[in-house]
């Protein structure tokens, strides 16, 4: 158990590029998860995979955002056209489905993007 | 509405003393599950213990433990013993349901530091 990786850890792009974060979650966990996070804020919800199924997406998640999970194993989010407004922490987590309370999820160390 | 509330931005405990991190919850649902995670600067979310809404006693996880008051609807972390490597971001999530088909919803963090 290698615990859940992201990759990179810092991003910093100009205004108006594309930018796509990878996620590696637990090998055994079938559900997957992305956050973002703003300075001085909590997690917002972005939305999260059942396997290779993306069953929920935030509002917050506008037609910019895109995020694929192909084989049920690695996600990416993928960020058209950024803009400032984009610069933020984007954490991913994992975890396994109806896993009552316990443990709850496990966060990777997060991609922090900066948008110039 | 806000789901999760934490009232203290920022709270100052001496080490080796005890300290109280309010969140406030908000749900309709019966069934739900309340966690707290920690963030130190290094960015990564650290689960820290976990309360069900049917959880009879509460719960507790070596120094920490979580005062549940259901009618209050109150779940506050106590930190007995504070130690330097407390100090970080702390946040209180919830999630409706038993099945665990919603994600966590955080708040919006108490910045904790630990004094010598």
């Known amino acids: 158990d290698t615990g859940v990786s992201q990759d990179p850890r810092h991003k910093i792009t100009k205004r108006g590029q594309n930018v796509t974060f990878r996620c590696d979650p637990i090998s055994e966990h079938n559900r997957l998860y992305w956050y973002r996070q703003t300075l001085g804020q909590g997690p917002e919800f972005l939305t999260y995979?059942?396997?290779?199924?993306?069953?929920?997406k935030s509002r917050l998640l506008s037609d910019r955002f895109s995020a694929e999970r192909p084989k049920g194993s690695f996600s990416t989010l993928e960020i058209q056209r950024t803009e400032q407004g984009d610069s933020a922490m984007y954490l991913c987590?994992?975890?396994?489905?109806?896993?009552?309370?316990?443990?709850?999820?496990?966060f990777g160390s997060g991609t922090r993007l900066t948008v110039v | 509405a806000q789901k999760i509330t934490q009232t203290q931005p920022g709270m100052f405990v001496q080490e080796k003393e005890a300290v109280t991190l309010d969140c406030t919850y908000d749900t309709s649902d019966p069934s739900y599950g309340l966690f707290w995670y920690k963030q130190p600067s290094s960015g990564e979310m650290i689960f820290l213990i976990y309360q069900g809404s049917y959880d009879q006693q509460n719960a507790t996880e070596g120094r920490y433990s979580l005062n549940f008051q259901k009618a209050r609807k109150s779940a506050n972390l106590v930190i007995s013993a504070s130690q330097l490597g407390d100090s970080a971001m702390y946040f209180c999530?919830?999630?409706?349901?038993?099945?665990?088909?919603?994600?966590?919803?955080f708040g919006k963090g108490t910045r904790l530091s630990v004094i010598a």
């Open positions: 995979f059942q396997n290779e199924a993306q069953l929920e």
């Open positions: 999530a919830m999630r409706e349901g038993r099945s665990g088909n919603t994600p966590l919803v």
């Open positions: 987590a994992s975890s396994l489905i109806l896993r009552q309370g316990g443990d709850g999820y496990t």
